[in-house]
T-cell receptor, first 112, second 115 residues
Framework: SQQGEEDPQALSIQEGENATMNCSYK?????LQWYRQNSGRGLVHLIL?????REKHSGRLRVTLDTSKKSSSLLITASRAADTASYFC????????????FGDGTTLTVKP | DTEVTQTPKHLVMGMTNKKSLKCEQH?????MYWYKQKAKKPPELMFV???????INESVPSRFSPECPNSSLLNLHLHALQPEDSALYLC??????????????FGPGTRLLVL
């Protein structure tokens, strides 16, 4: 089964509002990343947070990581219609074989 | 060049056909990946190449055959596919060995339809 589970599955907000999506995972990780995917396109890397970090910012994005709860959240502030996309968390395995495993994703719709 | 390119963008093939998907990157990355993605689902890892050697094969059926001719190129050879193999096939690359969850750079994908 997938390492990461995300909620909500779908989120619809008005332009200018904030969007928060959550990711939970099951095993020990080296890092956690968030990716965005516009419909039918490739994934774009947004931000990486390491297991020893608790919060990270990049522009309008804020990511938190709670390793004790095995969860992460992605906050997009002041959303824009162009933020409409699917957002996936990906956990980096804490072993030398370590691959990234993607969560189920949250589909965000930002209405103008 | 910070792009991963994939060809073709779209492919329609019959179950008896043989075709190949191609992926290219010129970022000097040493790990390259193939993913399969069905509609409204996350990408599923198929193969990882690290320094041109196959390092991960996620129990993919033999009708999918990966090839890494050099550090910039990755192919996926397709033969005797099934309709359920229809999906978006994504290629990605990362700078290091492909371990410990490196940041990956994705191509736009090849949309495959098997009839």
């Amino acid at each position: 089964s997938q390492q990461g589970e995300e909620d909500p599955q779908a989120l619809s907000i008005q332009e200018g509002e904030n969007a928060t999506m959550n990711c939970s995972y099951k095993t020990s990780i080296n890092n956690l990343q968030w990716y965005r995917q516009n419909s039918g396109r490739g994934l774009v890397h947004l931000i990486l947070i390491r297991s020893n970090e608790r919060e990270k910012h990049s522009g309008r994005l804020r990511v938190t990581l709670d390793t004790s709860k095995k969860s992460s959240s992605l906050l997009i502030t002041a959303s824009r219609a162009a933020d409409t996309a699917s957002y996936f968390c990906a956990t980096g395995d804490n072993t030398n074989a370590g691959k990234s495993t993607f969560g189920d994703g949250t589909t965000l719709t930002v209405k103008p | 060049d910070t792009e991963v390119t994939q060809t073709p963008k779209h492919l329609v093939m019959g179950m008896t056909n043989k075709k190949s998907l191609k992926c290219e990157q010129h970022m000097g990355h040493r790990a390259m990946y193939w993913y399969k993605q069905k509609a409204k689902k996350p990408p599923e890892l198929m193969f990882v190449y690290s320094y041109e050697k196959l390092s991960i094969n996620e129990s993919v059926p033999s009708r999918f055959s990966p090839e890494c001719p050099n550090s910039s190129l990755l192919n996926l050879h397709l033969h005797a596919l099934q309709p359920e193999d229809s999906a978006l096939y994504l290629c990605a690359s990362s700078p290091g060995t492909g371990t410990r969850g490196e940041t990956q750079y994705f191509g736009p994908g090849t949309r495959l339809l098997v009839l």
